[in-house]
């Protein structure tokens, strides 16, 4: 009988193998996932406490000069004027707040909590302004004075307090305590029609942010 002979399976070459990662290339990747991770729960903390209590004097003063102003073009004037300044005085004094946490001369950049806060704020701002523009027109002599001396301070009050209460869930807990209370006096001045528009604003950007201001100023550094 003749005898088959099994010919043996062709052998293929052994694969390379990807060489691991070099144990400092992963120490580095966790690190950068753990400090990606704590910033991302940490909250906001560079809330400026001794800015607010400024932009609260600012109100302060605003309010019984506009209740003195003869027109409503002149008090739409100086309420203006005063958002101006605040927003211009609050922005200074958050960035100074800010850059005395870098060390150095390092570069500024926002981390993100402070992406996280900025985008919880500004939308309601936006959101104000446009509703301003379409509600009145600053250069037409018979504006409602209604309208524009008690229904605006509560527009104002309840989208700041919007604001303040969206962007403080990524903040310390006093921003959204603070932003609770502008939402209830923006609801008062709308629905309480014995409501001063001058006196519910002087109580929250001038009373409100001048109390939590101090608190923040205290506890948090400034």
Do not use: C
């Not at 002599?141 to 307090?161: H, I, K, S």
């Amino acid at each position: 009988m003749p005898i088959l002979f099994a010919m043996p399976a062709p052998v293929s070459p052994p694969r390379p193998r990807t060489p691991p990662p070099a144990l400092h290339d992963r120490a580095l990747q966790d690190l950068s996932f753990i400090r990606r991770t704590m910033e991302g729960a940490a909250a906001f903390t560079d809330v400026p406490g001794w800015g607010l209590v400024g932009v609260g004097a600012i109100a302060l003063v605003a309010a019984p000069l506009a209740a003195v102003q003869p027109t409503v073009q002149r008090w739409l004037a100086v309420w203006f004027a005063t958002a101006a300044i605040a927003a211009v005085a609050g922005s200074w004094a958050m960035w100074q707040k800010m850059r005395r946490r870098v060390a150095g001369n390092g570069p500024l950049t926002l981390s993100l909590p402070a992406r996280k806060f900025l985008l919880g704020f500004w939308p309601a701002m936006l959101a104000g302004a446009v509703l301003t523009v379409a509600l009145i027109d600053p250069f037409t002599a018979g504006m409602n004075e209604v309208l524009v001396t008690r229904t605006l301070p509560g527009l104002w009050l309840l989208l700041y307090g919007v604001g303040v209460t969206t962007a403080g869930a990524h903040s310390i807990r006093a921003v959204p305590l603070m932003g609770a209370g502008f939402l209830a006096l923006g609801v008062a001045a709308l629905f309480f029609p014995q409501a001063n528009g001058n006196v519910m604003m002087a109580l929250g950007f001038g009373a409100l942010q001048i109390g939590f201001g101090v608190r923040i100023a205290r506890r948090y550094g400034g």
